[in-house]
T-cell receptor
Framework: EAGVTQFPSHSVIEKGQTVTLRCDPISGHDNLYWYRRVMGKEIKFLLHFVKESKQDESGMPNNRFLAERTGGTYSTLKVQPAELEDSGVYFC?????WGVGTEAFFGQGTRLTVV | GQNIDQPTEMTATEGAIVQINCTYQTSGFNGLFWYQQHAGEAPTFLSYNVLDGLEEKGRFSSFLSRSKGYSYLLLKELQMKDSASYLCAVSYMIKAAGNKLTFGGGTRVLVKP
């Protein structure tokens, strides 16, 4: 069974440009999460989808970040325009159900570098 | 906030035992996970605790005390391949239909020969 896949694995863009990250969760997983780890900091929650609905987007830094999950399958995270402080590793995770003990499976992350 | 604290780095010798502590805020607690992350790779699930006590899984064990907001991950018979970051993550019930995993900063374990 395929795991959580993220694309691209690395992205280097200039300040002011736009970047779109993609996450394909494990098939059948309704829950999809985006996390971010900036240099030297802990992994921080960005938002949570249940199917195509945004369940919790309290971790989104500002309105330059837009996440979508049309059709409840894959998700995209767009940063527009990118700033230097957006550099970091963006992780996507998915889980099968929301109940107690639900394990989240992580993708390998997208390393974003804004120069 | 929901601060989760764990040591930044630990060093141990091959074959030894290392214990990684994690403390967290208890309000809304809905389970605690430990993940292992090798450099450049995805975090991978190690263990889950929701009730007090010790969960043993091979060389790895995880302990939870809900009243104290405390957990530890015990790594026994350390191997060189155990060198990695270990992430403590707490699931908090945010809404009726969702849990949110909140991570500590990770503990980097270095195993020396």
């Amino acid at each position: 069974e395929a795991g959580v896949t993220q694309f691209p694995s690395h992205s280097v863009i200039e300040k002011g440009q736009t970047v779109t990250l993609r996450c394909d969760p494990i098939s059948g997983h309704d829950n999809l999460y985006w996390y971010r780890r900036v240099m030297g900091k802990e992994i921080k929650f960005l938002l949570h989808f249940v199917k195509e609905s945004k369940q919790d987007e309290s971790g989104m830094p500002n309105n330059r970040f837009l996440a979508e999950r049309t059709g409840g399958t894959y998700s995209t995270l767009k940063v527009q325009p990118a700033e230097l402080e957006d550099s970091g590793v963006y992780f996507c995770a998915s889980s099968q159900a929301w109940g107690v003990g639900t394990e989240a499976f992580f993708g390998q992350g997208t390393r974003l570098t804004v120069v | 906030g929901q601060n989760i604290d764990q040591p930044t780095e630990m060093t141990a010798t091959e074959g030894a035992i290392v214990q990684i502590n994690c403390t967290y805020q208890t309000s809304g607690f809905n389970g605690l996970f430990w993940y292992q992350q090798h450099a450049g790779e995805a975090p991978t699930f190690l263990s889950y605790n929701v009730l007090d006590g010790l969960e043993e899984k091979g060389r790895f064990s995880s302990f939870l005390s809900r009243s104290k907001g405390y957990s530890y991950l015990l790594l026994k018979e350390l191997q060189m391949k155990d060198s990695a970051s270990y992430l403590c993550a707490v699931s908090y019930m945010i809404k009726a239909a969702g849990n949110k995993l909140t991570f500590g900063g990770g503990t980097r374990v270095l195993v020396k020969p």
